[in-house]
């Protein structure tokens, strides 16, 4: 049996079912396979051909763990990620600063 037969014959939920993977990966090897080959297909990549500029750095995170760190404005309670990207725009250490770059500046982590 060829490749391009078993496709035929197995529905995706059975492939689904047998790998533990979801219907959508399954149609994208299909392409994958018909567009590249076999040897491609069965590649796992999952490394990424993005490049992104990094615009934060440990100068601009110190900063922000220093404002989180004291006092928060007058009526609040304490410091929200949207209040310390307000205080970091006010205070012109950036442009812009999104709520998910202030949150994982903050992160605990070990």
Partial sequence: ????????????????????????????LKKKFVEQG?????????ETTRVYDKK??????????AIRCNKPPKGFSRWSLRLLEDEMVEMKSVECISLETSRSMIKKTN
Avoid: P, Y
């Fill in 1 to 28: 049996m060829r490749c391009s037969e078993f496709f035929v014959k197995v529905s995706n939920e059975e492939i689904a079912k047998g790998l533990k993977i979801g219907n959508r990966r399954i149609d994208r």
């Fill in 38 to 46: 076999l040897k491609t297909a069965l590649i796992n990549s999952n």
């Fill in 56 to 65: 934060t750095d440990c100068e601009l995170k110190a900063h922000l763990i």
